[in-house]
């Protein structure tokens, strides 16, 4: 038997800070090339990824997506035992990455690496762990997908190992996600005295105006699965430390958490036409930068869903919500390539200081891992 804890506390151990592979990836490839697999670095750009395919090309596949990077630990001296130490103690383990999610990782290395080797299934089991969720990730998972075009290796369904209950075990699986887009938009007006406003054109008074408009109008009332989309302004700035100068130029950031309403196209259009009323409205230039992080995306309800959420339930004793809420994860990319859910620990402890997960909680995802591979080839 693999011990998902144990390899847990192993992996946590491997400094791997995004873009840092810090010794995971590779601890990962040697157990699992003992069990078979054949395991394939798919480096991007400096970032470290792994591919991993036990099984025949091309057979009937069940894949696995996750990250072994990790947000940085912050300052040391706060934590209760070191942020790398993997130290486990009173039912936890410890450590950064404990939750988010080398846990998750582990917990499907192990599922994958005792099923092949107790039952060999007739088809394919394919692992894809990338050191670049945390950051950019421009040369994560989207490598390993990049590569899996190019050399024909496909996933037929796909389960990202990201925390996805937000209190206990079980009572949640993810089948989509809100898409992200964050505006930039810059107000250029014309700078003058503030007791002479004739003669100058505030920039701050359009885009308040803008951002009022942006707020005040629900994008939506929400859709069969989703929750309404939502803009949230995160800044303001104009850089003006005198009281009585108007400014010549201001910027905001708003993001966009949206629903399968929209796309991020449609709503990059909304953005420059509200702007363009503006500019006509006042007379102020208005620029819109839109990025879009990933669109929202829904992995209809049917065969895989029901095979994962009825494993979940037999194991934990819970009925799981089947949810799209949240942020975003490396799903949104897998979504192009095959159906995809997540399911994975609770996410109490995510990033924060002493993060930490409880052991039985990882060998219970690793059972239930295992449990799913075992019903999808059965």
């Known amino acids: ?26 601890l990962i490839a040697a157990l699992l090339e003992s069990a078979g697999f054949v395991c394939t670095r798919v480096d991007r750009n400096g970032t470290s990824n792994l591919f991993a ?35 486990v103690a009173d039912g936890l383990i410890w450590g950064r990455g404990a939750t988010d999610m080398k846990s ?16 060999p299934p007739d088809g394919a089991v394919i692992l894809t762990i990338t050191g670049d969720e945390e950051g950019p990730s421009k040369d994560g ?12 290796e496909r996933m037929d369904v796909c389960l990202v190992g990201e ?16 898409g992200s887009l964050t505006a930039r938009l810059t ?9 002479y406003p004739d003669q100058a054109r505030n920039p701050l008074h359009a885009l308040v105006a803008l951002l009022g408009d942006l707020t005040a109008r629900p994008l939506d009332a929400g859709t069969a699965h989703f929750d309404a989309s939502g803009v949230q302004v995160t800044t303001i700035d104009c850089g003006n430390p005198a009281s009585n100068v108007i400014p010549q130029r201001a910027t905001a950031t708003a993001n966009i958490r949206f629903n399968d309403a929209h796309s991020g196209a449609s709503l990059t259009a909304m953005l420059r036409e509200r702007a363009a009323a503006v500019e006509l409205a006042t007379g102020v230039g208005m620029g819109v930068q839109v990025d879009i992080s990933g669109e929202s995306f829904l992995t209809q309800p049917g065969p895989f869903v029901d095979l994962v959420a009825d494993v ?12 799209t809420s949240g942020g975003t994860s490396d799903a949104r990319f897998v979504k192009d390539h095959c159906p995809v ?27 239930i891992y295992q449990a799913i591979l075992q019903r999808y080839f059965a």
């Open 341 to 367: 859910l997540e399911f994975g620990l609770v996410g109490a402890f995510m990033h924060q200081v002493d993060e930490r997960v409880p052991v039985d909680q990882v060998r219970a995802l690793k059972d």
């Open 1 to 26: 038997m693999t011990d998902a804890a144990d390899l847990t506390a192993r992996l946590i151990r491997c400094p791997s800070v995004t873009p840092d592979e810090g010794g995971a990836l590779s």
């Open 104 to 119: 998750g990782v582990a917990a499907f290395v192990a599922a994958a690496v005792d099923f092949v080797t107790e039952t």
């Open 53 to 87: 395919r036990w099984g025949d090309k091309g057979a009937r596949s069940f894949g696995f997506n996750g990250h072994t990077d990790v947000v940085p630990p912050g300052d040391p001296a706060r934590w209760t035992h070191p942020p790398f130490s993997g130290l």
């Open 187 to 195: 107000a250029t007006g014309v700078q003058g005295h503030a007791a």
């Open 312 to 323: 979940v339930a037999e194991r934990t004793g819970r009925v799981p919500a089947l949810s």
């Open 141 to 152: 998972t989207v490598a390993i997908l990049d590569w899996m075009a190019a050399t024909g």
């Open 163 to 178: 925390p996805s209950n937000p209190s206990v075990l079980g009572e949640m699986i993810k089948i989509g996600r809100r």
